[in-house]
């Protein structure tokens, strides 16, 4: 078990930095093309979506790699051990 918690955590780490560094990438094309495409004006509301999309992502992504490798976890077959030196093949 104590594998699976090291593997949840080093994958999910990664996954979330760069969810969270995409997202906030987003959120800057997004604010762009408002004010670009929205005649310049500025809306301080909009600005919710630089913090707003990169922690969603992050938490999408973290919650979606603890699923997916708990379900392997769980499904991954045991390896039969393989016969010592001493004993007769069945």
């Not at 104590?2 to 997202?23: D, H, N, P, T, Y």
Request: glycine share 10%; charged share 20%; proline share 8%.
């Amino acid at each position: 078990m104590r594998e699976l918690g090291i593997r949840i955590l080093k994958r999910s780490l990664i996954v979330g930095l760069i969810l969270a560094a995409l997202g906030y990438i987003f959120a800057q094309i997004f604010l762009w093309s408002h004010r670009y495409y929205g005649g310049g004006g500025y809306d301080p509301a909009n600005e919710c979506v630089l913090w707003n999309a990169p922690l969603r992502m992050a938490i999408l992504g973290v919650v979606i790699i603890i699923v997916v490798e708990t379900i392997r976890f769980a499904l991954r077959r045991k390896l039969p051990k393989p016969p010592s030196e001493g004993s007769p093949n069945p």
